[in-house]
């Protein structure tokens, strides 16, 4: 569809100003490429070519048909393509969802044709598409882009045509311009997925309206944003009416704040406005990303330097601080009273001599990052001779530099020199420093994201189901559980809780206060009151058996007064906790797009007016865990302490978040959760206060994990296995925890082993590496590990790892066993289970390719009905599903 040999424009006209003129104006700049039909049952031809009456009447397979005809014709048209075997159509037409009901469901029946016959569809209300280096411009539109290395999807198609006036006067070159219109089939997961294994496309950016199916748009973005940048501007930072919530956390993490959240998951870019995005598309298409925040700036005025230096700092930079041999280079080619440090101000006499020494040096210091080159048109250095001697240096660079040649008319001819040579250019200091620091957050972003996660004492799979049938029994007359309801979950999770129970009567909670001992908190338990401090269903502070009387009595005269008709099951009588040093909150809660997320930051009462929060999604491991915390600013008491406030142990909170999070995991019935406050008292964590409220809406769903949309550990195909000679050993899914042990692993290979796997002996690999092997997407990918004990150590002897391809039908697989393992059943139960896997997924088949003289492998895929087909050296083994 996207390199297609035959093309059909289903509406094509050569009428003046019309779209179908416009459209095979553009088809036929690749008339060298293709051959391009109109088709048009009211002509007989169009711009000299035959014109055809349908689909039908075209002489040979068409594998792209784009369709710009009144939105009434379009399901008719797109059946008609459909049964003539056409792989893709673009429906550029409008008039559907977007103008009310009837539009809607001709929109329904496109879909419908789409999902009987498979055929892929980009629209409708769509400007179309444009692959430069194939020659294909299948839109109205008048730009034509150069080749380039940029992708850039757009919801909008005004917004991709003026994206593409500017790229083509700015020099830029595009891998690909898509607009999707409706998304009614293809939507942002399938062109990640597409230009991640595009070799023109180094980077992607993305004009976004709504995510559209959020959970495929994760597992692409996360395929592949560590090898291609991919940046993202979302329209809406603000609701125009928010839903009412019934938790702290549902009033606390708004829609954008939950996008932000999950574009870091999913390493992705997300900028402030559209400018962000055209000024980050050069820092892209210039090749050098920011290794660290280091700015060195170079300049022939001071003040776009002082402004260039306040943005740097403004936007959470660095200046650079320079060697004592830049210093000292620097000393012998500038007047004595020069700057002496970063920014570097050359002078208002600069000539190119001293911008090239400057530039250099700058370049060739270690402590520099990065280098921002200024100039402003003083005396009589020409800018365009200036930004030719910058352009040659910057040839030969290995760091990132970035000109802001300020002015209008004087330095047009200077920035198209930049242009030229891939070397991004602004107008102005604070658009350079902003696109700069903005790259840099997308490495560092991924640094922090894909950081090795310790190993904490956490339980993955909890006993649960008794609170299924709690839920179950719970949502057939209300959607908020009791404290006592909500205890067994958090006592089932091994989240800390202080000691409390329901009572029924004043004896009964003189009993309990006895047993936990005062001071004692008593609460009103009613599903009926959410919010009790709202009607003064808390007391505090209880210290005897009077006070206990008095308080009971109160507590149930408030709520009456309250709430006449609250349902009041008793009072709950809970352990007050005494120094407390921080009360923070953790909560959940749905989200319409990206399902459940995490929400954690400074709770208490006052948590809505402080609104110190972050956002997280499930599920979450200790680093991820971690970057939750860290954005919150409580995090910086919490992690020094404040005052007179220690420190807290931050691994014993991270182990409680990740509990939480397994937590929301498990259980998709859970609409919205608060433990609110999460308070730290003489070191201890404990819960004070929590309650869940139910989605009713999600009791009866019967797909997996439902409310995700990131795929969680597993714990399913964990298992137990004994090999031959019985040793046992646990076969279960790899995990990010696993990098140390999966280094050991492939240095323990032999050479022989290692070149069978890797077709070369591999016997180290860099952290980027062993993160492509340990984190990743379960439901694009599956690497199972064998695990032993040998002596007080756990060892992988083993690991078999299978690799879908984008549309889920074909995978690739790979196994290989420790040479202390080998012959002993391990890589076919290691084979087998990928199977079984490959089979639940609906894959159609899976394949391998292996060296022609590992015959020991080509046996064992033989033994397990793999097809065998030899390929010059290599034999290339299949295994069909279906």
Same mark, same amino acid.
């Given at each position: 569809?996207?390199? +297609?040999?035959?093309?059909?424009?289903?509406?094509?006209?050569?009428?003046?100003?019309?779209?179908?003129?416009?459209?095979?104006?553009?088809?036929?700049?690749?008339?060298? %490429? #293709?051959?391009?039909?109109?088709?048009?049952?009211?002509?007989?031809?169009?711009?000299?070519?035959?014109?055809?009456?349908? !689909?039908?009447?075209?002489?040979?397979?068409?594998?792209?048909?784009?369709?710009?005809?009144?939105?009434?014709?379009? +399901?008719?048209?797109?059946?008609?393509?459909?049964?003539?075997?056409?792989?893709?159509?673009?429906?550029?037409?409008?008039?559907?969802?977007?103008?009310? /009901?009837?539009?809607?469901?001709?929109?329904?029946?496109?879909?419908?044709?789409?999902?009987?016959?498979?055929?892929?569809?980009?629209?409708?209300?769509?400007?179309?598409? !444009?692959?430069?280096?194939?020659?294909?411009?299948?839109?109205?539109?008048?730009?034509?882009?150069?080749?380039?290395?940029?992708?850039?999807?757009?919801?909008?198609?005004?917004?991709?045509?003026?994206?593409?006036?500017?790229?083509?006067?700015?020099?830029?070159?595009?891998?690909?311009?898509? *607009?999707?219109?409706?998304?009614?089939?293809?939507?942002?997961?399938?062109?990640?997925?597409?230009? @991640?294994?595009?070799?023109?496309?180094?980077?992607?950016?993305?004009?976004?309206?709504?995510?559209?199916?959020?959970?495929?748009?994760?597992?692409?973005?996360?395929?592949?944003?560590?090898?291609?940048?991919?940046?993202?501007?979302?329209?809406?930072?603000?609701?125009?009416?928010? $839903?009412?919530?019934? *938790?702290?956390?549902?009033?606390?993490?708004?829609?954008?704040?939950?996008?932000?959240?999950?574009?870091?998951?999913? @390493?992705?870019?997300?900028?402030?406005?559209?400018?962000?995005?055209?000024?980050?598309?050069?820092?892209?298409?210039?090749?050098?990303?920011?290794?660290? =925040?280091?700015?060195?700036?170079?300049?022939?005025?001071?003040?776009?330097?002082?402004?260039?230096?306040?943005?740097?700092?403004?936007?959470?930079?660095?200046?650079?601080?320079?060697?004592?041999?830049?210093?000292?280079?620097?000393?012998?080619?500038?007047?004595?009273?020069?700057?002496?440090?970063?920014?570097?101000?050359?002078?208002?006499?600069?000539?190119?001599? #001293?911008?090239?020494?400057?530039?250099?040096?700058?370049?060739?210091?270690?402590?520099?990052?990065?280098?921002?080159? !200024?100039?402003? +048109?003083?005396?009589?250095?020409?800018?365009?001779?200036?930004?030719?001697?910058?352009?040659?240096?910057?040839?030969?660079?290995?760091?990132?530099?970035?000109?802001?040649?300020?002015?209008?008319?004087?330095?047009?001819?200077?920035?198209?020199?930049?242009?030229?040579?891939?070397?991004?250019?602004?107008?102005?200091? &604070?658009?350079?420093?902003?696109?700069?620091?903005?790259?840099?957050?997308?490495?560092?972003?991924?640094?922090?994201?894909?950081?090795?996660?310790?190993?904490? =004492?956490?339980?993955?799979?909890?006993?649960?189901?008794?609170?299924?049938?709690?839920?179950?029994?719970?949502?057939?007359?209300?959607?908020?559980?009791?404290?006592?309801?909500?205890?067994?979950?958090?006592?089932?999770?091994? !989240?800390? #809780?202080?000691?409390?129970?329901?009572?029924?009567?004043?004896?009964?909670?003189?009993?309990?206060?006895?047993?936990?001992?005062?001071?004692?908190?008593? $609460?009103?338990?009613?599903?009926?009151?959410?919010?009790?401090?709202?009607?003064?269903?808390?007391?505090?502070?209880?210290?005897?058996?009077?006070?206990?009387?008095?308080?009971?009595?109160?507590?149930?005269?408030?709520?009456?007064?309250?709430?006449?008709?609250?349902?009041?099951?008793?009072?709950?009588?809970?352990?007050?906790?005494?120094?407390?040093?921080?009360?923070?909150?953790?909560?959940?809660?749905?989200?319409?797009?990206?399902?459940?997320?995490?929400?954690?930051?400074?709770?208490?009462?006052?948590?809505?007016?402080?609104?110190?929060?972050?956002?997280?999604?499930?599920?979450?491991?200790?680093?991820?865990?971690?970057?939750?915390?860290?954005?919150?600013?409580?995090?910086?008491?919490? *992690?020094?302490?404040?005052?007179?406030?220690? /420190?807290?142990?931050?691994?014993?909170?991270?182990?409680?978040?990740?509990?939480?999070?397994?937590?929301?995991?498990?259980?998709?019935?859970?609409?919205?959760?608060?433990?609110?406050?999460?308070?730290?008292?003489?070191?201890?964590?404990?819960?004070?206060?929590?309650?869940?409220?139910?989605?009713?809406?999600?009791?009866?769903?019967? &797909?997996?994990?439902?409310?995700?949309?990131?795929?969680?550990?597993?714990?399913?195909?964990?298992?137990?296995?004994?090999?031959?000679?019985?040793?046992?050993?646990?076969?279960?899914?790899?995990?990010?925890?696993?990098?140390?042990?999966?280094?050991?692993?492939?240095?323990?290979?032999? *050479?022989?082993?290692?070149?069978? %796997?890797?077709?070369?002996?591999?016997?180290?690999? =860099?952290?980027?590496?062993?993160?492509?092997?340990?984190?990743?997407?379960?439901?694009?990918?599956?690497?199972?590990?064998?695990?032993?004990?040998?002596?007080?150590?756990?060892?992988?002897?083993?690991?078999?790892?299978?690799?879908?391809?984008?549309?889920?039908?074909?995978?690739?697989?790979?196994?290989?066993?420790?040479?202390?393992?080998?012959?002993?059943?391990?890589?076919?139960?290691?084979?087998?289970?990928?199977?079984?896997?490959?089979?639940?997924?609906?894959?159609?088949?899976?394949?391998?390719?292996?060296?022609?003289?590992?015959?020991?492998?080509? %046996?064992?895929?033989?033994?397990? @009905?793999?097809?065998?087909?030899?390929?010059?050296?290599?034999?290339?083994?299949?295994?069909?599903?279906?």
């Amino acid at each position: 569809m996207l390199n +297609p040999r035959a093309v059909a424009a289903i509406g094509a006209s050569d009428e003046e100003g019309s779209v179908g003129q416009s459209l095979m104006k553009n088809l036929l700049l690749g008339k060298d %490429r #293709r051959k391009i039909y109109p088709v048009n049952n009211r002509r007989s031809s169009v711009m000299g070519l035959k014109c055809y009456a349908s !689909i039908a009447e075209v002489p040979e397979h068409i594998d792209l048909a784009i369709i710009a005809t009144p939105a009434k014709t379009v +399901p008719a048209l797109v059946e008609d393509c459909a049964k003539a075997g056409v792989e893709g159509v673009v429906i550029i037409s409008a008039g559907f969802r977007e103008v009310g /009901p009837e539009g809607a469901k001709l929109e329904d029946e496109i879909k419908s044709i789409q999902a009987k016959h498979g055929i892929r569809v980009l629209g409708p209300n769509c400007v179309g598409l !444009i692959r430069p280096e194939v020659g294909l411009n299948a839109t109205f539109l008048r730009d034509n882009p150069q080749p380039g290395q940029i992708a850039f999807v757009s919801q909008s198609g005004a917004l991709g045509s003026a994206m593409l006036n500017w790229a083509v006067s700015a020099g830029i070159g595009f891998s690909m311009f898509a *607009s999707l219109g409706s998304t009614l089939d293809i939507d942002y997961g399938d062109m990640i997925d597409y230009l @991640g294994e595009d070799p023109h496309t180094r980077s992607i950016i993305i004009y976004m309206e709504g995510v559209g199916n959020a959970k495929k748009f994760m597992s692409a973005a996360r395929g592949f944003a560590r090898t291609k940048p991919i940046i993202v501007i979302k329209a809406g930072k603000h609701a125009a009416g928010a $839903k009412a919530a019934s *938790s702290h956390t549902g009033a606390l993490a708004g829609d954008y704040a939950v996008y932000d959240a999950a574009f870091k998951r999913a @390493g992705v870019v997300m900028v402030d406005e559209i400018g962000d995005l055209f000024d980050c598309a050069t820092v892209l298409d210039s090749r050098f990303l920011p290794q660290g =925040p280091k700015l060195a700036i170079v300049t022939n005025a001071g003040g776009p330097a002082v402004l260039a230096a306040d943005s740097i700092i403004t936007n959470g930079g660095e200046l650079a601080q320079f060697s004592d041999s830049t210093i000292r280079t620097m000393d012998a080619a500038l007047p004595p009273y020069w700057s002496h440090g970063d920014p570097m101000d050359i002078l208002g006499d600069a000539d190119i001599k #001293r911008y090239e020494q400057a530039v250099r040096t700058c370049i060739a210091d270690p402590n520099v990052d990065g280098l921002l080159v !200024i100039y402003t +048109p003083q005396g009589t250095t020409q800018p365009t001779l200036v930004a030719e001697a910058v352009a040659k240096i910057a040839a030969d660079r290995r760091k990132p530099m970035l000109t802001v040649w300020m002015g209008e008319k004087s330095v047009l001819e200077a920035r198209q020199v930049f242009y030229r040579n891939n070397i991004p250019t602004y107008a102005t200091p &604070e658009e350079a420093v902003k696109s700069y620091m903005y790259m840099y957050r997308y490495r560092r972003n991924l640094d922090l994201l894909y950081e090795t996660p310790e190993e904490l =004492p956490v339980d993955f799979a909890p006993p649960k189901s008794h609170l299924k049938v709690l839920i179950r029994k719970a949502a057939k007359n209300r959607t908020a559980l009791t404290q006592p309801e909500v205890d067994r979950f958090l006592d089932a999770y091994n !989240i800390p #809780r202080a000691k409390g129970s329901l009572t029924k009567s004043v004896e009964q909670a003189a009993m309990v206060a006895s047993d936990i001992g005062y001071p004692i908190v008593m $609460k009103i338990s009613s599903e009926d009151i959410l919010h009790k401090t709202d009607i003064g269903g808390v007391i505090t502070g209880i210290d005897s058996s009077q006070a206990l009387k008095d308080a009971y009595k109160t507590l149930l005269e408030r709520a009456r007064k309250a709430k006449p008709d609250a349902k009041i099951d008793g009072v709950y009588v809970q352990k007050m906790m005494s120094n407390l040093d921080y009360e923070l909150i953790l909560g959940a809660k749905k989200d319409r797009d990206f399902g459940s997320v995490i929400l954690f930051g400074m709770g208490g009462i006052g948590v809505e007016l402080l609104h110190d929060v972050s956002i997280g999604l499930p599920p979450l491991n200790q680093v991820l865990a971690r970057r939750v915390l860290e954005e919150t600013k409580i995090y910086q008491a919490l *992690s020094r302490g404040l005052r007179n406030k220690p /420190p807290i142990d931050l691994r014993l909170l991270e182990e409680i978040m990740i509990r939480f999070s397994n937590l929301i995991v498990d259980f998709p019935e859970i609409g919205e959760m608060d433990i609110n406050p999460l308070v730290v008292s003489e070191g201890r964590l404990c819960v004070l206060d929590a309650r869940i409220i139910l989605d009713k809406n999600a009791l009866d769903r019967t &797909e997996t994990y439902p409310h995700l949309v990131i795929m969680p550990y597993p714990t399913k195909w964990v298992t137990l296995w004994r090999t031959k000679d019985g040793t046992e050993v646990t076969l279960r899914p790899i995990r990010p925890e696993d990098e140390p042990m999966e280094l050991e692993f492939i240095r323990g290979l032999s *050479s022989e082993t290692s070149r069978f %796997r890797f077709f070369q002996i591999i016997k180290d690999l =860099p952290h980027e590496a062993l993160v492509r092997f340990c984190n990743i997407d379960y439901d694009r990918e599956m690497a199972f590990i064998a695990e032993t004990r040998e002596g007080d150590r756990k060892v992988e002897v083993g690991v078999s790892r299978l690799i879908l391809e984008p549309n889920k039908k074909k995978g690739e697989f790979a196994v290989v066993v420790s040479d202390k393992y080998q012959a002993k059943g391990l890589g076919i139960k290691l084979v087998d289970m990928l199977i079984e896997v490959a089979k639940e997924k609906g894959v159609e088949s899976i394949y391998g390719i292996i060296m022609g003289e590992n015959l020991k492998m080509i %046996r064992l895929c033989e033994k397990l @009905g793999f097809t065998t087909k030899r390929e010059h050296e290599d034999v290339l083994v299949e295994l069909k599903l279906r």
